[in-house]
């Protein structure tokens, strides 16, 4: 699950797969998109992929989707097309909205 800590607090679960994050809009077809007035977080910013890996351990990885205001973690902004493994507890910033990475234990997946 990712948190919206800095607007009013959401939690945002995750699934397995793509989980396409940005500001929510009727229509928008982002599939974690949040309620938010910042408008420099895109319809469709960023993405988080829920995956295995090897071990059988959920990996997050996060990449920018070619958004107007980039994605920044640990206050570095991702290049264009890098993907970028994020672990429980990673704080990322898309617009000026800061979220937090909040992974669930895997026994609860």
Do not use: W
């Not at 948190?3 to 809009?25: A, C, S, T």
């Not at 205001?69 to 429980?88: A, H, Q, S, W, Y």
């Amino acid at each position: 699950m990712i948190e919206n800590v800095f607007h009013y607090k959401q939690v945002l679960p995750l699934r397995m797969g793509d989980n396409i994050i940005g500001r929510y809009q009727k229509g928008n077809p982002a599939n974690t998109a949040f309620e938010t007035v910042d408008p420099s977080v895109d319809l469709n910013h960023c993405t988080i992929t829920v995956s295995r890996d090897k071990r059988g351990g959920i990996r997050y990885t996060l990449k920018d989707n070619n958004s107007n205001t980039g994605t920044f973690v640990d206050n570095v902004e991702l290049n264009p097309k890098e993907r970028r493994v994020i672990n429980d507890g990673t704080l990322f910033t898309i617009g000026a909205t800061s979220i937090i990475l909040r992974s669930a234990d895997n026994k609860d997946e």
